[in-house]
């Protein structure tokens, strides 16, 4: 078994997340390569000691990587990943998993016919923060879940829309961020099961939506609700009250609240809401905020990337979460788009 240090690791993709991730790999592995046709992309190589190939399939053909990560643009994550698990290499695919259901599950099927897995990279699910939050909720500690809420506010500066494909159809803040969100929800509450939304581009009048509302029903009976701007200054948001990425001033706000029949619970500052007696709103309600140990979730997710490779660790989110997660996503797009509720076909449906 390769030592951890020896893994040889490619990186397709050089832009912000995928010069992240090559930060991160070359922390604790080998960043092997950088695969980009961009000429930058060979000077970001470069200053890591790592070969640029502008083409992944001439790079497969030279020589095969322990693993591979998938950071390029959406639309590319299919046949990128797909040529990676034809190669025998397992590959962590950053969200969402693909453009669309079809290519999402045509990629999970992949996975399952080669037998290579595949990591989707939901960072967050490595969060020390949702590992708590989690526990919280299936402890029962705050009772049978009923109701959700979910924030996504904030303010994109204007330079963020200087990017072509962040001002198209699939940009916007439901696909790009609330995906995260969705993730978390149903990593918290189950599977999402029909959504009403509406959405709304009013403030820049770009092709993309800038605020956008949401109604969730779960498989178990709860109700959700979620909202999402990004044309606010505001607070709430994961990005602004985590604290896990130092380029957002952080705020000691939450993002979601999770009410439960005995307790709720507020997410990402862990507080524990319950009443001491037993007459309900009439008792004393206290709450207990639970510490926690602040870690980086994306290099705690590439070292649990690691251990799928050397160990054979199941993924801790499967292609099969991700494309749950697409399919939630373009149901919240289905339904804004018609003004009616959007049921959700179950993923797993057509796959093999």
């Known amino acids: 078994m390769a030592k951890r240090s ?46 640029w190939h502008p083409d992944l399939a001439e790079y497969l053909r030279s020589g095969r990587p322990d693993g591979a990560i998938v950071a390029a643009p959406n639309h590319l994550h299919l046949p990128l990943a797909r040529a990676c698990l034809e190669a025998g290499v397992p590959v962590l695919v950053e969200k969402p998993l693909a453009d669309g259901i079809a290519e999402a599950r045509s ?40 109701a959700v809420n979910a924030m996504f506010w904030l303010n994109k500066h204007d330079d963020y829309f200087n990017v072509e494909w962040r001002v198209r159809a699939g940009g916007g803040p439901i696909c790009i961020n609330l995906i995260h969100d969705i993730d978390l929800l149903q990593h918290f ?66 993002c979601y609240q999770i009410a439960g029949t005995t307790g709720a619970l507020s997410v990402p500052d862990l507080t524990v809401w319950t009443h001491a007696g037993p007459e309900g709103w009439w008792s004393p309600i ?40 697409i399919e939630v996503v373009e149901a919240i797009q289905a339904a804004a788009k018609s003004g009616g509720t959007k049921e959700i076909v179950r993923s797993g449906q057509g796959i093999g």
């Open 6 to 51: 020896e893994t040889r690791i490619a990186v397709a993709g050089a832009g912000l997340v995928g010069r992240a991730h090559a930060e991160i790999v070359s922390g604790s592995a080998r960043l092997d390569a950088i695969i980009d046709p961009d000429p930058d992309a060979g000077r970001i190589a470069e200053r890591h000691g790592a070969d």
């Open 107 to 146: 990629l999970v099927q992949a996975s399952r016919t080669t037998g290579v897995p595949v990591l989707v990279g939901h960072h967050r699910r490595h969060s020390p923060i949702a590992e708590l939050a989690r526990d919280v909720i299936e402890g029962g500690r705050i009772g049978r879940v009923v």
């Open 189 to 254: 509450c189950g599977p999402i099961t029909a959504v009403q939304a509406r959405s709304a581009r009013s403030v820049r009048g770009l092709e993309v939506e800038d605020t956008g509302a949401m109604i969730f029903e779960f498989a178990s009976g709860a109700l959700g609700t979620a909202s999402v701007c990004d044309a606010t200054s505001a607070p709430w948001s994961w990005e602004l009250t985590a604290g896990e990425n130092p380029i957002y001033p952080q705020t000691d706000q939450f």
């Open 286 to 325: 206290t709450h207990e905020r639970i510490a926690v140990a602040h870690d980086d979730p994306m290099a705690r997710q590439f070292e649990h990337f690691l251990d799928v490779i050397l160990s054979g660790v199941p993924p801790l989110v499967t292609g099969e979460d991700g494309l749950r997660n």
